[in-house]
């Protein structure tokens, strides 16, 4: 019985001549792996915006857990405060407490700090927060050229008081976030609209909370 072989290689000529369509597949595979990868990047951060936003907003209307000072007590947010005082980058929540001699200690204030996001400070009784937090963004400051990655673009329009009662107190407070992350820095030849479109995103979160027992003030 005769058997057949089959000894036909390739040849080098054959070899060199596929290797640009191997080069090409491998860059094409590449690009799309980098494409990806960065717009996986982007949605998650978009993502964290939303949610950071949204919490902020829920901080600031029911109050904030501090370890070791608020834990297991009524918190000091806009829903249940007997007094607020809005001023042009800040909010001073004071809560309705039974102690009128405790009253000046209770008292949270949410503010504006220098990089454009949300800090609170304040003071639970006799025991005062051992520090500032930062409620906006969750994640650790980080700077992209000489701008917080998240910010807050109109830290001088968040709060507003949109209703008061037949006595000209306030009952009822607006809140609007404007919350930008960036990707990436500005290239030099791009425009501002080029900028905004490519290397940033923005959402606006608006609500309005109802103050029954509070007594709005302006600074």
């Known amino acids: ?29 590449g690009i799309g792996i980098i494409h990806f990868t960065t717009t996986f990047q982007e949605v998650k951060l978009y993502t964290q915006l939303q ?8 901080i600031m209307r029911h109050g904030y857990m501090y370890e070791n000072v608020t834990d297991d007590e009524g918190l000091i947010g806009l829903s249940t ?27 949270v204030t949410y503010a504006i700090n220098d990089n454009s996001q949300i800090e609170i400070n304040g ?3 006799l025991t005062p927060f051992p520090e500032r937090r930062v409620i906006f963004p969750s994640s650790p400051t980080k700077y992209i050229g000489n701008q917080a990655q998240f910010r807050i673009t109109n830290p001088n329009q968040i709060w507003r008081v ?10 009822m407070v607006k809140i609007k976030l404007v919350g930008q992350v960036r990707f990436r ?9 080029d900028d905004i479109r490519k290397n940033v ?9 109802y103050l029954g027992n509070s007594h709005a003030a302006s600074e």
Do not use: C
């Open 162 to 171: 949109v209703h008061t009662d037949f006595e000209g107190n306030a009952t």
């Open 51 to 58: 949610q950071d936003l949204f919490d902020a907003i829920e």
């Open 81 to 107: 405060a007997k007094k607020v005082v809005i001023g042009s980058s800040s909010i001073k929540v004071t809560p309705l407490v039974l102690n009128l001699d405790l009253e000046s200690n209770y008292w």
């Open 1 to 29: 019985m005769k058997i057949l072989k089959n000894n036909k290689g390739y040849s080098l000529i054959e070899i060199l001549a596929g290797l640009p369509l191997v080069t090409l597949v491998f860059v094409i595979f």
């Open 201 to 209: 995103r923005t959402i606006t979160y608006e609500t309005a909370v």
């Open 185 to 193: 820095e500005k290239q030099p030849r791009q425009s501002n609209e």
């Open 123 to 125: 003071s639970y009784g």
